[in-house]
Structures are given as C-alpha cells and as structure tokens.
C-alpha cells in the first residue's frame, strides 16, 4: 500500500492527464479554470463541505465579475473604461467580503478565484467583454464558460480524492476509507457541512472580549 502522499501524487497525475486530453477535444472548456476549481476544492478541505464551499464561491465570485463587465460594458456609470471598471471592481470587492457571513459563501479567496478567472477570460478572448457576449445564452458568454470550467475542476478535485482514499484504504484501518485525500496527502474524515451560522458568544464564554475598566 502506497504512502498517502504518492497516492496522492499518482491520482494526481492521473486526473491531471486525462484532463487536459479531455478540455483539449472542446474548444469552449477552460483547462485553467478546472484547475483552479480543483485547487479550490483541495484548499477548502475537500469533502461535501467543501464541494457546496467551492462551488458557491467560485460562481460567485464570477457572476460579480459579470456584473462589473456588464456595468462598464454597458456605459452605466458617466467614466472612461479605466476608472468604471476601477470603481466597479472595489464595489464588488466590499460585496465579496459581506457577502461571506453566508456560510456557503464564507470561502473569500475560492471566490476571489471565480472573479480572477472571469477577468482572465474577458481579457484573454477578444470581443468576449462586449455586451453582446456577455448577454448571450452560450459559450460566448464568458460566464458560463468560466463557471462550467471551474464546476468541472471541483468534480476532479472529487474524483481525485476518491481515487486516492482507494489507493491508501487499509482493511486493518477501517477509518482510511472513510478519509478524503488532499491534494499534498493529508486527510481528515469526511463529515457533512452545517449550513448554519454559529451561535453568539454568551457573556464569560472565551470568545467574548473582555472590557477592562
């Protein structure tokens, strides 16, 4: 049986092999963006918590990027390009940050990623920012490449997990087979994400700070 971290390394290899054949047959899938979606996933723990994590904030963070194009896009606000997408893109950022009192959106940097990688696309493709595009039903629109390209990096992240926990699963240890696999060979037991905010601090309890007169 195989150490956790060659496991890891060799599902690794694997999944990123066959990926990159696979986005290689479609000329609208990005295989940056699964990667980045795998990445994501990996960073957030792995596991169901982090699927329903990744794959709200990763969307997340792209549709705010599509909502920045469209504004600039669109001319709604009386600046040049420069400083609309300026002051769009801080907007947005406040938006991000708030936003992420929402659990499922509570991963800042996966959605930050989902943002970036918007922004890659629109500046990558020519014409792929013009309101046209990003209005259409389609694999011109920039959102719906990137997000189905960072959805797919998540379902690799799964699978390469999965494939992992089988090469390290011991008979002799029944818990390795319940364990996800990360991307560096570490693992924790999967557990089912709560979805619920987490109760105020009551007054004495160790989180609440303590007032010196």
Known sequence: MPSS?????????????????????????????AFIGWASYDTNGGGRDAVIVSSASLVFGVLMAWLVAIVVAGGLLPWSSD??????????????????????????????????????????????????????IGWGNAGIAVAVSLLIGIGLGVAHG??????????????????HVRLDGSSRPSKPMSLTAAPPSQPGSPNTPTTVA
Do not use: Y
């Open 5 to 33: 971290r060659v496991a890891a390394a060799v599902a690794a290899g694997i999944f990123a092999g066959l990926s990159v054949w696979g986005f290689a047959q479609s000329s609208h899938l990005l295989i940056w963006a």
């Open 83 to 136: 400083v609309s997408s300026a002051i769009a893109a801080a907007i947005a950022s406040v938006l991000i940050v708030l936003a992420s009192a929402a659990s499922a959106l509570s991963s800042v940097p996966s959605t930050f990623c989902g943002f970036a990688s918007m922004f890659a696309f629109l500046t990558l493709v020519k014409g792929a920012d013009s309101t046209h595009n990003l209005g259409s």
């Open 162 to 179: 999965q494939l992992a926990r089988l090469f390290t699963a011991s008979p002799r240890r029944p818990e390795t087979r319940k364990a």
